[in-house]
């Protein structure tokens, strides 16, 4: 099982830090990837980390703003996301996939979370 949290409101211009925590999933076999979603709009992948070796993938946008990174010892990956926007609002979802291979955003990740609500006012 996967479960994030760390969302929240913020202003235009500031950070907000999410986790994900795995239980039962070996973080150090799996791949693990944000994705979000606005009202109305398909979900997006938007930062994804390798299972070992620190591999990780960013989508176009949110490069330079948005960090991801993992303890495989905590069973946690997070991601900061600094200067928000207010297109970055949407529910963020953490997903693992069992797989050792490069990370990427395309894939199909297998387990899910609940999500965390991430609102960013202009």
């Known amino acids: 099982q996967v479960a994030e949290s760390g969302g929240g409101l913020v202003k235009a211009g500031g950070s907000l830090r999410l986790a994900c925590t795995t239980s039962?999933?070996?973080?150090?076999?799996?791949?693990i990837a944000w994705f979000r979603q606005a009202p109305g709009q398909g979900r997006e992948g938007v930062a994804c980390?390798?299972?070992?070796?620190?591999?990780?993938d960013y989508e176009e946008s949110v490069k330079g703003r948005f960090t991801i990174w993992r303890d495989n010892a905590r069973n946690t990956v997070s991601l900061q996301m600094n200067n928000l926007k207010p297109e970055d609002s949407g529910r963020y979802y953490c997903?693992?996939?069992?797989?050792?291979?490069?990370?990427?955003?395309?894939?199909?990740?297998?387990?899910w979370g609940q999500g965390t609500q991430v609102t960013v006012s202009s």
């Open positions: 980390s390798t299972a070992r070796g620190g591999g990780v």
């Open positions: 039962g999933l070996p973080l150090d076999q799996h791949s």
């Open positions: 997903a693992a996939l069992h797989t050792q291979a490069a990370c990427a955003l395309t894939w199909v990740y297998g387990s």
